[in-house]
T-cell receptor, first 112, second 114 residues
Framework: DADVTQTPRNRITKTGKRIMLECSQT?????MYWYRQDPGLGLRLIYY???????NKGEISDGYSVSRQAQAKFSLSLESAIPNQTALYFC???????????FGPGTRLTVL | GESVGLHLPTLSVQEGDNSIINCAYS??????FIWYKQESGKGPQFIID?????DKRQGQRVTVLLNKTVKHLSLQIAATQPGDSAVYFC?????????????FGEGTQLTVNP
């Protein structure tokens, strides 16, 4: 089984709808991250959490919110989706003692 | 602002040749660098990393070189195979260490021709 899973894998929605992307991990890592990837661009950090009670904004947090429900779960919400939020979204985890981040398979979101 | 970027967006090589993918970084405080491989439809996967107290680190068929003087990082892939075709990203940890935020470059698309 995959260590980092994301649901859904694909989602098409309309402008103005609320969307939640979910991430679960079985690696036992305290740190979790949400990234966005656009064509021709690298990964940009949206939000990150270093433990269950910790939430931090990344470089592009506007229009997004997150919830760290448990050590293993970190969800990303788009309160009112807009077309320029069409992108690939990746969740990642890391151990505090190491820099390497482990990525999920991604969610492809299309906002019409 | 601080950024990590790549010199070339695409690289095409023949199977069996060696590949070199380059990355420039601007944050002189970064002390950790990592290369990821992203295949189509998948999330990034770790390839190799290096700390700033090293100039070179080797893995299986891959070598990462770090030149701190010119803030340059490269990934060398020996005897490139079709399965190496993917987008390669470099990333740096900025001023933080240990399980920290990473700043990613834009990526280089490597295509291996049979």
């Amino acid at each position: 089984d995959a260590d980092v899973t994301q649901t859904p894998r694909n989602r098409i929605t309309k402008t103005g709808k609320r969307i939640m992307l979910e991430c679960s991990q079985t690696k036992g890592h305290d740190r979790m991250y949400w990234y966005r990837q656009d064509p021709g661009l690298g990964l940009r950090l949206i939000y990150y959490s270093f433990d269950v009670k910790d939430i931090n904004k990344g470089e592009i947090s506007d229009g997004y919110s997150v919830s760290r429900q448990a050590q293993a779960k970190f969800s990303l919400s788009l309160e009112s989706a807009i077309p320029n939020q069409t992108a690939l979204y990746f969740c990642a985890t890391s151990d505090p003692n190491y820099n390497e981040q482990f990525f999920g398979p991604g969610t492809r979101l299309t906002v019409l | 602002g601080e950024s990590v970027g790549l010199h070339l967006p695409t690289l095409s090589v023949q199977e069996g040749d060696n590949s070199i993918i380059n990355c420039a970084y601007s944050n002189s405080a970064s002390d950790y660098f990592i290369w990821y491989k992203q295949e189509s439809g998948k999330g990034p996967q770790f390839i190799i990393d290096i700390r700033s107290n090293m100039d070179k680190r080797q893995g299986q068929r891959v070598t990462v070189l770090l030149n701190k003087t010119v803030k340059h990082l490269s990934l060398q892939i020996a005897a490139t195979q079709p399965g190496d075709s993917a987008v390669y990203f470099c990333a740096e940890n900025g001023q933080e260490t240990s399980g920290s935020r990473l700043t990613f470059g834009e990526g280089t698309q490597l295509t291996v021709n049979p």
